[in-house]
């Protein structure tokens, strides 16, 4: 029998206001609240209410089990925008199919800026799940499922039993990603997402150009129930339901029929991560480059790609130890909504295949990613300016 | 194959950017697809220049006089007479001659195209501005007339911008399906990015404008943007290249904002002064409130400059390397100009990737659609 593990990330960043250069010194309010609530709502309703239910009465009729990996940004956003959102969560939580997946709490670069604060990211998530699903994770999903061996390292030192990375063939080389390896110099699992039989769903579902359109639940359990290796790991946007397919593009009915058909003649059984935990390793692997799961890359290029990203990252990181030094509470929060792996996204200049899924995130907030660098830009010099404000005068 | 260009300008004798565009587009086409031949259709200038064409002068004079006065669009009866004179003068002298396509570009040429039409020969009308564009939107109606009957006598009508077609659609009621959408080109070899800029010795910044001075090339709004640049950063000095019926009006009003220190006022200069003006800048700035095209957006990119546009020209349609504001956002400008000038990574940026963007538009690309368009309306 083979095992399916079906993961999907939820997460929304603190979009910025537009912020010129006469506004630095000036401290305005740096996050753009009408536009995260109007896409929080919109996609709250499009996608995370119809989809939400939609899994509870799967796993209530015991069809179904989800691994989801939830920001504390995203949680930030249903709280205050939507938190109808909150209570679907937790009713699924309910039912007993749900997996909650460790990360760090901003859906940050954390791991880059320090260690302490990586840490301590990876905890303030650690206590969210605890608060509101009384869950401790066991698996952990760094960032958009950035990975090297640090990472592995520092995720067992966080007491963390598994981690989920990109199925890349740069870690992988010949082997299969359906497989339990074992990271390196560490206890850890190392579980390989499959990024094709994942991008079938979130790229191609819709895709009339695609060989395997239209995609049917009954076609993709077939793929599921031949494949050779003991278990896949499917990891995908959560807004692929309902957001990025639109509801008419018949996504909704392709997830309520998908577990149904896949258990079918004991085909398929759904897991969540931590029952894929062995202490049999196939292999080990080991990743001394940075990998993640985006773009065609499937590296750091997408958030570190250019010298702008580059140099507005360095500034936010130069900015960690005077914001903490002030002992703010609030400019430190700040400082972290501003560690949001987005804001660097959205200053990408990749022109190839990838160009159209950044501006598609990028759409609602930015032209492009020119004004998405000077703005993020004149933010951080009026953090700065506060920060030099709050030192001198202590 | 023989296309009849029509034109009331040819570069480098009296031209503006109509001029530039036809003259590129021949030469293009007499580099990399010289089995297309060209006669063109010009009024009287002793045109001297390079092109592999035959050039049909017809005896008539245009001048400056037929678009303004004062600032002011006119029209009186002497330009209605200076006009269709050179229209009937222009259809004479390429009556007898040997063609297949006709290729008339804006209304100044539109009797002469539709006349020369009634001989058989598939008629396609470019239009590079409308008459709302060039007048700040008073337009005159037996201007846009001309124009509504060159679009619909037309087999085919090229706009060089989807905002040029919108209008076209919106405004003229021209259907949209016989309306396809060329972008202008530029010539790669003339704009280069020079490191060595050799205008730039005294240290200081240097935001550039090029364009006609009136009311629809948005340099009220620049002069605001300065002033608000100025006030930060006394350095920065503002370049404005052209003139133009309100060239009096703007210099008064810059010293009035007491700017007289920060912005230079060069007057008309010449293709080698243009050149050097776009090598000597920091930055490029077409604060255009109403801009079909905008081609020295495209010359200042491939000369290496980080450009910002108005959201409302043709330009912004295309380009994804440079900034876009709103005309009217003076604050957002000037703070795009001196984050361009304080972070040197976007500028940077902004440079390499809209050099390597502006390629795309080279004219031998363009000249390619051209050629597609002569064959298919040939054979139809």
Redesign the interface.
């Given at each position: 029998m083979h095992n399916a593990a079906f993961c999907a990330v939820l997460h929304q960043p603190w979009r910025i206001n537009?912020y010129?250069?006469?506004d630095i010194g000036h401290h305005k309010h740096y996050f753009n609240d009408g536009l995260n609530k109007r896409l929080f709502e919109r996609i709250a309703r499009k996608s995370y209410l119809p989809t939400l239910k939609i899994m509870k009465d799967l796993c209530e009729d015991n069809e179904f089990k989800v691994n989801l990996s939830m920001t504390g940004t995203f949680m930030e956003q249903a709280k205050k925008y939507k938190p109808s959102v909150i209570k679907a969560l937790q009713d699924l939580n309910d039912t007993g199919g749900l997996e909650i997946l460790g990360e760090t709490y901003y859906h940050s670069l954390a791991f880059l800026t320090s260690e302490n604060e990586f840490k301590d990211q990876v905890n303030m998530h650690k206590k969210m799940v605890s608060d509101l699903f009384n869950k401790k994770a066991k698996i952990f999903r760094n960032t958009e499922s950035f990975y090297n061996d640090d990472v592995a390292a520092a995720a067992e030192k966080l007491n963390f039993k598994g981690i989920v990375t990109e199925g890349s063939e740069k870690i992988l080389g010949w082997r299969d990603p359906g497989y339990p390896y074992k990271a390196d110099n560490t206890k850890l699992q190392l579980f390989m997402r499959n990024y094709k039989l994942s991008d079938d769903i979130a790229f191609r579902f819709s895709s009339r150009s695609w060989e395997g359109y239209p995609l049917t639940a009954t076609k993709y359990a077939n793929w599921l129930k031949n494949m050779p290796n003991p278990f896949t790991v499917i990891f995908i946007d959560f807004e692929t339901f309902g957001e990025h397919h639109w509801e008419d593009t018949g996504i909704f009915e392709f997830l309520k029929h998908l577990p149904r058909e896949a258990r079918k003649d004991t085909g398929v059984e759904w897991t969540h991560l931590s029952n894929l935990l062995s202490k049999k390793f196939v292999d080990k692997i080991n990743s001394p480059e940075f990998i993640s799961w985006a773009d065609m890359d499937r590296d750091l290029s997408a958030w570190l790609g250019?010298?702008?990203q580059?140099?507005a990252f360095n500034f936010l990181r130069e900015l960690e130890l005077p914001v903490k030094a002030t002992k703010d509470l609030s400019l430190i929060e700040t400082w972290r909504k501003l560690s949001t792996s987005d804001h660097l996204y959205y200053m990408s200049?990749k022109?190839a295949g990838d160009e159209e899924v950044h501006s598609y995130f990028r759409a609602e907030a930015y032209?492009?990613?020119?004004?998405a660098?000077?703005n993020f830009?004149?933010i951080l010099q009026d953090l700065k300016s506060l920060v030099n404000d709050k030192l001198t005068k202590a | 194959m023989n296309v009849l260009i029509l034109s009331s300008e040819l570069w480098p004798v009296f031209s503006g950017g109509l001029g530039v565009a036809v003259y590129e587009l021949i030469k293009s086409f007499n580099k990399v697809r010289n089995h297309v031949k060209f006669l063109v259709g010009i009024p009287r200038i002793n045109w001297k220049g390079d092109l592999d064409a035959e050039i049909i002068e017809a005896p008539a004079k245009l001048g400056y006089s037929v678009y303004f006065h004062n600032g002011e669009p006119i029209l009186d009866w002497e330009s209605i007479r200076q006009i269709y004179g050179f229209n009937f003068s222009l259809f004479k002298a390429c009556e007898h001659k040997k063609f297949d396509v006709i290729h008339a570009n804006d209304w100044m040429t539109v009797p002469a195209g539709i006349m020369l039409k009634e001989k058989g020969v598939p008629f396609i009308f470019h239009v590079h501005s409308t008459e709302f564009d060039r007048t700040n939107n008073k337009p005159r109606d037996w201007v846009v007339e001309m124009e509504k009957m060159g679009a619909e006598k037309a087999d085919l009508v090229i706009a060089n911008s989807k905002k040029t077609k919108r209008q076209l659609v919106d405004v003229y009621g021209i259907d949209e399906n016989k309306i396809k959408v060329i972008y202008n080109g530029i010539n790669l070899d003339r704009f280069k990015s020079n490191p060595h800029k050799p205008l730039k010795k005294l240290g200081e910044k240097v935001v550039l404008f090029v364009g006609r001075l009136t009311i629809q090339k948005g340099v009220w709004h620049l002069l605001h943007a300065a002033k608000m640049v100025n006030s930060v950063d006394p350095q920065v000095k503002f370049v404005i290249v052209g003139d133009g019926p309100d060239r009096n009006y703007l210099i008064k009003l810059a010293v009035s904002m007491g700017l007289e220190k920060n912005i230079i006022f060069t007057g008309k200069v010449n293709d080698e002064e243009l050149l050097a003006a776009y090598q000597s800048s920091d930055i490029f700035v077409m604060p255009s409130v109403s801009e079909p095209f905008g081609i020295v957006a495209l010359e200042a990119i491939a000369s290496g400059n980080p450009t910002i546009v108005s959201k409302t020209s043709g330009v912004g349609e295309i380009i994804k390397n440079c900034f876009k504001v709103d005309y009217w956002d003076t604050t957002l400008l000037a703070s795009r100009i001196l984050e361009t000038l304080s972070y040197p990574p976007v500028k940077r940026a902004l440079r390499q990737n809209g050099s390597r963007e502006v390629t795309k538009f080279s004219w031998d690309e363009i000249s390619k659609e051209f050629e597609k368009v002569y064959g298919g309306i040939k054979g139809a």
């Open positions: 537009q010129t250069f006469f250019n010298e702008m580059n140099s200049t022109f032209q492009g990613p020119y004004d660098f000077t830009m004149n | -």
